[in-house]
Each structure stands twice: as structure tokens, then as C-alpha cells.
């Protein structure tokens, strides 16, 4: 079966039927020329915007000049009222400062030390879906919600998901969602700072309580700390962190703007692709038995480290895959500073520049059988070669996504180990129709049908 992808709008339609799809989904706003395309322009009255397919367009802006092409105050406008000054829309000397502090946090060998916080995380995920499993369709994307927070929360705070703040959050995140669109109207008119964002009360009211929770964690974090009773997790390693450059640590208002895009990048999409994965696994028998039979003999009884993820092979394929044909991030926006020449055509400075891993990761020019699940791709030539030139899940070049080992860490082990426990089954009348909001994630949520494999205590 090939997987379900959205419908493509017509080639041409008016600007303000473009603008309408676009704030629904905007992946079926988009024409279905964009999988063949190497590159492609929008006109709007207010600026032009050039989508680039072509891997050498996207190495020249992700990898070789990306201080000249920074982050898009577009997109900014919309995620603003949550996001505040993260590291995720923020350019230049800020962004550098940011990340130098950030970084140490999630290197390799420290990604060890949160392992036993993620398995613990799976563990209670597996314990909650036994409750529901056999019972009828469960709508996954809200477990995989509930499990990508519980991580979240355990690794960044050492508090699990039922703690009360970190349930408020969680609740309080899931009404930002309904509330906020993948973009304000403000990125696409051209306003004075002063002018009015046109956020919804609504998003408005939830980025206020997000970030009141998320001060209160942060402050009370601050004072363990000072006490020198703070637990050994990532919070406290950013918060002690010092910039090597000026010496100075985040202030509470900064670590809140960062630990809102933690959540948000960490939780969300990690949330989008681990549904989008196990989905795959029910429509596919030969591939959910290879990884349920791989898990129970990595992940199965006794104890188990950090080094059984080196060994969930089968599973770090499909969770490959399933990256590449439902990229959590669809679309990344860019901004010219100078004048350009792309593919000869001249670019004007201040057009957008729009990088889409939803349009790479299926270019028909680019991959084989682009639309179909096979994680077995990446062990043949053209996978090899897509992987380097034509996948990125979590962008790439200096602005890669400094959490994507902890997702590569955290997916394949949340997926071992409910496909061990569960017997997965799609719901044939309700096929999934992906869409983008904040992360690509179901029109109708995902429905699956579990069937207890293993015995659970």
C-alpha cells in the first residue's frame, strides 16, 4: 500500500485562494509540479519567494553561506507569542551565542546519560496503551503526544509527565495548538514593527499559561542550582552552561524562550514521527514482525543500556523512512540578503527562500519510488546518496536541529518498544490525510487497532 499523501492544489489559482490553503495546510496549497521541480517562483504583491528542490541550491544555503541567507522573520510572526527569542528564530550573534551554550547538552556522549529517562518514558507508554489495547481504535497521534512529553519532561526537568506543572503544560500546549495556524497573517504583509499581529485571544491566552508554567520550572530549577541540589539533566546542564565567548549563562527569561522551543521541537515532532512510524508498521506485516522480533531480543526482559540502540537496526530504518516521507518540519523559510543568481535566474535581496524536506524527501527526480515505504532503501545506492544530497529531516549545515541525535535516540526505542508489546492494525476506513500546522501531523488523527503481544507485569 502506498502511503497516504495529500492532494495537490491546481497550478494556478488566485492569491486569495493561495492564501486561504495555505493557513488550512500547506502542503495541499502547494501544486503538484513541486515533486519534479528543481526550483520554482511565487509572486506575491508584497515579495517573491523561490522553493529550491535542487540539493546544490540547498547545500549553497544551508551549508556553504548560511550567515547569508538567515531565518525568515515571516515565519517568526506567527510562533512569536510562544517562542519569544529561542534558538529556533533567532539570527546572526544572538543565534551563535545561543547555540554555544545549547550544544555541549546534546553531545553524543552525554545523550547516554538521558537514556534511562527515555526508557523509562517508553516503559510508561507501553503500561498506559495496555489499558486501551484490544479495546477498539486508538487515536495514536494523542499517545504519541502524551509519550514524546513524558521524554520531554523527564530528560529536560526529571519530572514525568503526571507531575502537575508538567501536565499543565502538556494540556496547556494542546490548546495552542487548535488555536495557532502554521502562519499569521503578518507573514505575508509587509507591517511596521507597531502594528497589531493579529494573534487570536486564544493563542494569545495558551503561550501566556505555557510560559508562566515553564517560568515556574525554570525558576525553581534556578534555586536548585544555587542550593547545588539540581539533578544532573539537560536543564541543569544548559543553565550552568557558560558561553565560552562572554562568559555569560541564560537569565531565567532566556532559558523560558528556550526550554518553549525544547518542547515544541522536541515534543512535537518527535510526537509526528513516531505516529507517522507506527502507522507505517500496521500497513506493513513483513516489517512490523522483522522490528518486533529485533526489539524482543534487544529490548526484551533484563536490563537494558544505552547501547541497545546501536542494535535497533530495523527500527532505526523505518524511523528513517518514515522521517523522510512525513519530515515533522515540512517546510523551512529563508531570507536573501543580496542579490542572488539561482539556476539563472536573479534574486532580488529580502525574497524568501523556501527549503521543503516535504518536497525533497519525495522528489521524483531525486529518489526511487519516492512515494512508497521501504525502509531497505537507505542500504542501496540511490538511498545512500538521497541520505547525503536529498534528506533533511532536521535541516542541516550549522543550523541542524541540535537535538537530532536525542530524536534518533528516542524514536527507534519508543518504536521498539511498542511494536514488541502491541500487534499493530490500521482502521481501513479512516486512512490518515497528512497535514501541516505546526508539525505534519493527521487531518483526523491517526487510528490503529492494538493487540497485546507480550504479557505486561
Given at each position: 500500500?502506498?502511503?497516504?499523501k495529500p492532494p495537490s492544489r491546481p497550478d494556478r489559482?488566485?492569491?486569495?485562494?493561495?492564501?486561504?490553503?495555505?493557513?488550512?495546510?500547506?502542503?495541499?496549497?502547494?501544486?503538484?509540479?513541486?515533486?519534479?521541480?528543481?526550483?520554482?517562483?511565487?509572486?506575491?504583491?508584497?515579495?517573491?519567494?523561490?522553493?529550491?528542490?535542487?540539493?546544490?541550491?540547498?547545500?549553497?544555503?544551508?551549508?556553504?553561506?548560511?550567515?547569508?541567507?538567515?531565518?525568515?522573520?515571516?515565519?517568526?510572526?506567527?510562533?512569536?507569542?510562544?517562542?519569544?527569542?529561542?534558538?529556533?528564530?533567532?539570527?546572526?550573534?544572538?543565534?551563535?551565542?545561543?547555540?554555544?551554550?545549547?550544544?555541549?547538552?546534546?553531545?553524543?556522549?552525554?545523550?547516554?546519560?538521558?537514556?534511562?529517562?527515555?526508557?523509562?518514558?517508553?516503559?510508561?507508554?507501553?503500561?498506559?496503551?495496555?489499558?486501551?489495547?484490544?479495546?477498539?481504535?486508538?487515536?495514536?497521534?494523542?499517545?504519541?503526544?502524551?509519550?514524546?512529553?513524558?521524554?520531554?519532561?523527564?530528560?529536560?526537568?526529571?519530572?514525568?509527565?503526571?507531575?502537575?506543572?508538567?501536565?499543565?503544560?502538556?494540556?496547556?500546549?494542546?490548546?495552542?495548538?487548535?488555536?495557532?495556524?502554521?502562519?499569521?497573517?503578518?507573514?505575508?504583509?509587509?507591517?511596521?514593527?507597531?502594528?497589531?499581529?493579529?494573534?487570536?485571544?486564544?493563542?494569545?491566552?495558551?503561550?501566556?499559561?505555557?510560559?508562566?508554567?515553564?517560568?515556574?520550572?525554570?525558576?525553581?530549577?534556578?534555586?536548585?542550582?544555587?542550593?547545588?541540589?539540581?539533578?544532573?539533566?539537560?536543564?541543569?546542564?544548559?543553565?550552568?552552561?557558560?558561553?565560552?565567548?562572554?562568559?555569560?549563562?541564560?537569565?531565567?527569561?532566556?532559558?523560558?524562550?528556550?526550554?518553549?522551543?525544547?518542547?515544541?521541537?522536541?515534543?512535537?515532532?518527535?510526537?509526528?514521527?513516531?505516529?507517522?512510524?507506527?502507522?507505517?508498521?500496521?500497513?506493513?506485516?513483513?516489517?512490523?514482525?522483522?522490528?518486533?522480533?529485533?526489539?524482543?531480543?534487544?529490548?526484551?526482559?533484563?536490563?537494558?543500556?544505552?547501547?541497545?540502540?546501536?542494535?535497533?537496526k530495523a527500527a532505526r530504518d523505518v524511523f528513517r523512512?518514515?522521517?523522510?516521507?512525513?519530515?515533522?518540519?515540512?517546510?523551512?523559510?529563508?531570507?536573501?540578503?543580496?542579490?542572488?543568481?539561482?539556476?539563472?535566474?536573479?534574486?532580488?535581496?529580502?525574497?524568501?527562500?523556501?527549503?521543503?524536506?516535504?518536497?525533497?524527501?519525495?522528489?521524483?527526480?531525486?529518489?526511487?519510488?519516492?512515494?512508497?515505504?521501504?525502509?531497505?532503501?537507505?542500504?542501496?545506492?540511490?538511498?545512500?546518496?538521497?541520505?547525503?544530497?536529498?534528506?533533511?529531516?532536521?535541516?542541516?549545515?550549522?543550523?541542524?536541529?541540535?537535538?537530532?541525535?536525542?530524536?534518533?535516540?528516542?524514536?527507534?526505542?519508543?518504536?521498539?518498544?511498542?511494536?514488541?508489546?502491541?500487534?499493530?492494525?490500521?482502521?481501513?476506513?479512516?486512512?490518515?490525510?497528512?497535514?501541516?500546522?505546526?508539525?505534519?501531523?493527521?487531518?483526523?488523527?491517526?487510528?490503529?487497532?492494538?493487540?497485546?503481544?507480550?504479557?505486561?507485569?
Amino acid at each position: 500500500m502506498t502511503p497516504p499523501k495529500p492532494p495537490s492544489r491546481p497550478d494556478r489559482v488566485s492569491l486569495l485562494r493561495y492564501l486561504r490553503l495555505f493557513r488550512t495546510d500547506i502542503l495541499s496549497a502547494q501544486p503538484a509540479r513541486l515533486y519534479r521541480a528543481w526550483m520554482a517562483e511565487f509572486r506575491t504583491p508584497f515579495f517573491r519567494s523561490y522553493l529550491c528542490n535542487d540539493p546544490a541550491l540547498v547545500d549553497l544555503v544551508l551549508k556553504e553561506r548560511p550567515d547569508d541567507f538567515p531565518k525568515s522573520n515571516r515565519i517568526r510572526e506567527g510562533l512569536l507569542p510562544l517562542l519569544g527569542n529561542s534558538v529556533f528564530v533567532t539570527n546572526g550573534e544572538t543565534w551563535k551565542r545561543q547555540r554555544r551554550i545549547i550544544d555541549p547538552a546534546f553531545e553524543g556522549g552525554r545523550l547516554r546519560g538521558t537514556f534511562p529517562a527515555m526508557l523509562a518514558a517508553g516503559e510508561a507508554a507501553v503500561a498506559r496503551l495496555a489499558e486501551r489495547a484490544g479495546q477498539g481504535p486508538i487515536e495514536i497521534e494523542a499517545e504519541t503526544s502524551h509519550a514524546a512529553a513524558d521524554v520531554i519532561f523527564r530528560t529536560l526537568f526529571s519530572i514525568p509527565i503526571e507531575h502537575e506543572v508538567a501536565g499543565a503544560v502538556f494540556e496547556a500546549f494542546r490548546e495552542h495548538q487548535r488555536a495557532q495556524p502554521i502562519l499569521n497573517l503578518a507573514a505575508f504583509l509587509p507591517l511596521p514593527r507597531w502594528f497589531p499581529r493579529f494573534h487570536s485571544r486564544k493563542t494569545r491566552a495558551t503561550a501566556r499559561r505555557i510560559r508562566s508554567l515553564i517560568t515556574r520550572l525554570t525558576e525553581a530549577r534556578m534555586e536548585e542550582i544555587r542550593a547545588g541540589t539540581a539533578p544532573a539533566d539537560l536543564a541543569t546542564k544548559i543553565m550552568v552552561t557558560e558561553d565560552p565567548v562572554t562568559g555569560r549563562r541564560f537569565d531565567t527569561a532566556e532559558m523560558v524562550d528556550q526550554v518553549a522551543i525544547f518542547f515544541l521541537a522536541g515534543h512535537e515532532t518527535s510526537a509526528s514521527a513516531l505516529a507517522w512510524s507506527l502507522y507505517l508498521l500496521a500497513t506493513s506485516a513483513e516489517w512490523q514482525e522483522r522490528i518486533a522480533a529485533e526489539a524482543d531480543s534487544v529490548v526484551g526482559e533484563g536490563a537494558v543500556d544505552f547501547s541497545a540502540i546501536g542494535r535497533l537496526k530495523a527500527a532505526r530504518d523505518v524511523f528513517r523512512e518514515a522521517l523522510r516521507l512525513y519530515p515533522p518540519v515540512p517546510m523551512m523559510v529563508r531570507e536573501t540578503t543580496r542579490a542572488e543568481r539561482f539556476r539563472d535566474r536573479d534574486v532580488a535581496p529580502g525574497a524568501q527562500v523556501v527549503l521543503s524536506p516535504w518536497h525533497l524527501h519525495r522528489h521524483e527526480r531525486l529518489w526511487d519510488r519516492a512515494d512508497e515505504f521501504d525502509p531497505s532503501r537507505f542500504a542501496t545506492a540511490n538511498g545512500r546518496e538521497c541520505l547525503r544530497s536529498a534528506y533533511i529531516p532536521f535541516s542541516t549545515g550549522q543550523r541542524v536541529c541540535p537535538g537530532a541525535g536525542f530524536a534518533m535516540v528516542e524514536g527507534p526505542l519508543l518504536l521498539a518498544m511498542i511494536a514488541r508489546a502491541f500487534r499493530l492494525l490500521p482502521v481501513e476506513e479512516r486512512i490518515p490525510v497528512p497535514v501541516a500546522h505546526l508539525t505534519v501531523r493527521a487531518k483526523d488523527g491517526i487510528w490503529l487497532r492494538l493487540e497485546p503481544r507480550v504479557q505486561l507485569p
